[in-house]
């Protein structure tokens, strides 16, 4: 294996890994942006009112994308190990 294959794979490694982050994390950020707005339109300022919506938000999201992200992790590895015994 030379050290561009090594760099490839890491590479893919991370964009596998963001993307599939992505829907959480934009999900949180927006809940986030909504819950800081009502807080500052209402001037509340508990934080477990800004933690509890976030929370749930992110699992709400990684629910109804987690046959996605599962699909995702299955042909990154499947390809991955078939190219095993090129990197050899």
């Known amino acids: 294996m030379d050290p561009q294959m090594a760099v490839d794979l890491a590479r893919e490694a991370i964009i ?3 993307i599939m982050s992505a829907p959480a994390l934009i999900a949180g950020m927006a809940v986030g942006l909504l819950v800081a707005l009502l807080q500052a339109v209402t001037q509340i300022q508990e ?3 800004s ?3 976030k929370l749930v938000a ?3 999201v990684l629910t109804i994308s987690m046959p996605w992200m599962l699909t995702r ?3 990154y590895f499947r390809e ?3 190219n ?3 990197t050899l």
Do not use: D, R
Request: charge should be negative; glycine fraction near 0%.
């Open 58 to 60: 992110v699992l709400v």
């Open 16 to 18: 596998i890994t963001l």
């Open 47 to 49: 934080q477990t009112l």
């Open 80 to 82: 991955l190990t078939e």
């Open 84 to 86: 095993i015994p090129a």
């Open 73 to 75: 992790m299955v042909e």
């Open 51 to 53: 933690f509890v919506p």
